[in-house]
Every structure is written in C-alpha cells, then in structure tokens.
C-alpha cells in the first residue's frame, strides 16, 4: 500500500515558488516525511525532511500540517534545472526508502 | 564533498552471463542500499547492509547476491542474466541505519541483451 499521494504532473514558471503537496493521512508518530527528486535517468537526490516542525535549507522549504497527515514542497525560484520527478516518501521503520510514484514537475521559461 | 561512486556506470552483457557492480559509499558511512529501477519505473529497494551485515532485504531475486567487505564498499553480484535485468542499479549510503538520510550515486545502467 502506498503511504504517500502525489500530483502525477505539475507545471511551473521559472522565477516562481513552486509548492508540491503531499498526503500522508497514515503516518505514524515516529515516521519522517522525505522528499528526494530524480533528474532524468540520475541518482535521486536528498532535497529535505522533517517529522513536526516545519523545515528550510538551502533548496526548498517542507511544511507539514499540524496532524501530519500532508505535507508541501515548496522551491522558492523555480529554474528550468528544477525539472524533475518529485518523491515525497514516508521513512519506515526499516529505514528503506519505499519510492512511490512522484509528481512530475516542469518548470517553462 | 565526496559522493557516493558507483562502477561501472554502464555495463552491457548477453543473457545468462553474470555481472558485478560496486558501490563506495561517503567516507565514513557505514551503511549502504540498493535500488533497482526498471525503464519507466521508480526505484525499487533491493537490499542493504550496515556494517557488513545484510541489514533488510527487498524484492531482489535470488539469482542475485551481495556484500558489503570491511572497507564498507559492496558489490551487487547478479547471475544467469535476463532481459527484464536491463535497469538502472543505484547504491545509496548513511552513516547508521538510524543515520536517516541516504545519499545516492549516479547509478550504474546494465543493458541485457
């Protein structure tokens, strides 16, 4: 079963926020909420996590609801090198990265 | 910063031959994952190992084996190959299987023919 549902597809114009959303109605406490993306055929690559509080690095921004049950992605400036597929993934506690299917973000000029 | 490395990056081998991957995890890490993703797919876990234990397993079919060796790179030995093999294999690392974030090589892409 799936623990996370994605947009299939999003476009975004370059120079603007991009914000991907993300449920999770059945996380559990103890349960972090990753989001990684893959650029064509590429290693996927970390962006950020979190697990309550809201989060910001130098990529992007993840805030998550209070009940934890969604989560959203936001890329502040969106480049035309943002294009790629985003996973959003609930860690289990086997540590694995269970990769569903992500939203598929384009970012047009 | 050291990556993850990965080698080959692209194989080519006929059926039923065999094949080795290697993965060399960030210095330091202990642990290391890999993932299968077919054409079209997403990745895919297939196994893993912390400290040179295998430490969970996926769907990583039993004609395949691995092992992490002492200096905590590992290989990824796949036998009596098939077509549907034909995929991208990435290695990804921690530091601990509690270490959270795993950090992933550019791949290696095994073309069956």
């Known amino acids: 079963d799936a623990k996370t549902t994605q947009p299939p597809s999003m476009d975004c114009a370059e120079g603007r926020a991009a914000n991907l959303p993300c449920n999770h109605s059945t996380i559990s406490g103890n349960e972090y909420v990753y989001w990684y993306r893959q650029i064509h055929s590429q290693g996927p690559q970390y962006i950020i996590h979190?697990?309550?509080n809201n989060e910001t690095n130098e990529m992007a921004s993840l805030i998550i609801t209070e009940d934890r049950k969604s989560s959203t992605l936001i890329l502040p400036h969106a480049t035309l090198r943002d294009t790629a597929v985003y996973y959003c993934?609930?860690?289990?506690?086997?540590?694995?990265?269970?990769f569903g299917a992500g939203t598929t973000v384009t970012v047009r000029a | 910063a050291a990556g993850v490395i990965q080698s080959p990056r692209h194989l080519i081998k006929e059926k039923r031959e065999t094949a080795t991957l290697k993965c060399y995890p960030i210095p330091r890490h202990d642990t290391v994952y890999w993932y299968q993703q077919g054409p079209g797919q997403d990745p895919q876990f297939l196994i893993s190992?912390?400290?040179?234990?295998?430490?969970d397993k996926g769907s990583i079919p039993d004609r395949f084996s691995a092992q992490q060796f002492s200096d905590y790179h590992s290989e990824l030995n796949m036998s009596s190959l098939e077509l549907g093999d034909s995929a991208l294999y990435f290695c990804?690392?921690?530091?601990?299987?509690?270490?959270?974030?795993?950090?992933f090589g550019p791949g290696t892409r095994l073309t069956v023919l």
């Open positions: 190992f912390y400290e040179k234990m295998q430490s």
């Open positions: 979190g697990l309550k």
């Open positions: 993934i609930v860690r289990e506690d086997d540590y694995k990265l269970s």
């Open positions: 990804a690392s921690s530091l601990g299987l509690a270490g959270l974030t795993q950090f």
